[in-house]
């Protein structure tokens, strides 16, 4: 974040604790009330964990520890983080947690009754990347039920025209040698002419921002369309597109090698303008590492750490809550196109999927 642009939101900050303290302050007519005096001399020491001269910006942790002094003060008020602290002591710990090097805005003000005085200072954050959750699928048969779910059936085509009917069975979702693998068949099933699996997290995991990455070898055949993506967990109150979509891993077998990351929201769904394409050779014989990286700012696409879209974000978008993870392959559909006639079976094999602050 640009420095002008800390310096004005620290500015704003400042003039609401003022007009919040000037809105609770006012004269009760209950006779004359007792001289307060004010509190002056406002110091604030921040110091980084573990900084050093290798480490300018900490150890990883992303924990800083505020010293506060002022004369004449029974209390605090710090500002950090875009979040507002109350606190009695002039002793302060925080811990940072979005990954990487940024520089953070920190407004303190130092009261006494309803008088403060206030000053503002930032610092300079190095948050090391922590998994917050993953699935290795390193134990041989069915998917953890702790960790995922299933949507089933045909779902009407899933909004999509899509063509198969999705299963928890093992012929088409099953963990060996050290990966999942989801597989498409043609089949006659329940009224459908293929069978697949679309697994899921929402009402097991969740998340607000980080990386969500997936490393993957890609099916083979015209009309599959594999892919890893993400859904807001305010679907069932916010339908789509209003709960918001991230497709971090979209391909199709009838266009193979090509990889589609895009976003969907109100007003620009379906044929979202919200897209961009990248290479991925050789993506159905070799794994590959698919990831988006998502902020308030921004979210960046990847392959192989490869970036090649990023999305300015902004808090008008859907994409400021929690999101929950799905891995499924789909048969057909607007997206997938005409089935191959001589398409008999093919496998999305995932290496592991994991979840970074």
């Not at 990883?60 to 109350?86: C, H, R």
């Amino acid at each position: 974040m640009k420095l002008n642009t800390l310096i004005k939101k620290a500015s704003f900050l400042i003039a609401l604790l003022f007009v919040c303290q000037s809105c609770s302050s006012g004269n009760d007519g209950g006779g004359d009330a007792p001289v307060v005096t004010g509190p002056s001399n406002l110091s604030v020491q921040v110091d980084v964990v573990g900084k050093t001269a290798e480490k300018p910006n900490g150890d990883g942790s992303g924990k800083v520890k505020l010293t506060i002094s002022a004369s004449n003060a029974t209390s605090y008020k710090v500002v950090i983080d875009s979040q507002l602290k109350e606190i009695s002591t002039g002793d302060f710990t925080y811990e940072f947690t979005a990954s990487g090097t940024k520089t953070y805005p920190i407004i303190v003000s130092a009261y006494n009754g309803s008088q403060f005085v206030s000053t503002t200072t930032s610092v300079n954050v190095f948050v090391a990347r922590k998994i917050l959750w993953a699935d290795e699928f390193d134990v041989d048969g069915a998917p953890n039920s702790a960790k995922w779910g299933y949507n089933t059936g045909t779902g009407d085509g899933w909004g999509n025209n899509e063509l198969e009917y999705y299963t928890t069975r093992p012929e088409n979702v099953i963990i060996s040698n050290g990966t999942l693998k989801i597989k498409a068949i043609k089949e006659e099933y329940m009224g459908s002419h293929y069978t697949s699996t679309r697994m899921l997290t929402k009402g097991k995991f969740s998340f607000k921002y980080g990386r969500a990455e997936v490393r993957a070898k890609l099916p083979v055949g015209g009309g599959t369309w594999p892919a890893f993506w993400m859904l807001g967990d305010n679907i069932d109150t916010a339908p789509w597109p209003a709960c918001g979509e991230v497709d971090i891993l979209e391909s199709v077998g009838n266009n193979p090698n090509v990889n589609h990351s895009s976003l969907h929201s109100p007003g620009r769904s379906g044929n979202t303008p919200d897209t961009a394409t990248t290479t991925v050779p050789n993506s159905a014989t070799e794994f590959h590492v698919y990831a988006a990286e998502w902020s308030a700012e921004s979210i960046k696409f990847y392959v192989d750490d490869n970036l090649f879209y990023t999305y300015a974000n902004s808090s008008s978008t859907p994409f400021n809550a929690n999101f929950f993870l799905i891995l499924n392959l789909a048969m057909g559909g607007n997206f997938g196109g005409k089935v191959d006639p001589n398409f008999t079976s093919a496998t999305f094999e995932v290496d592991y999927v994991r979840v970074y602050n």
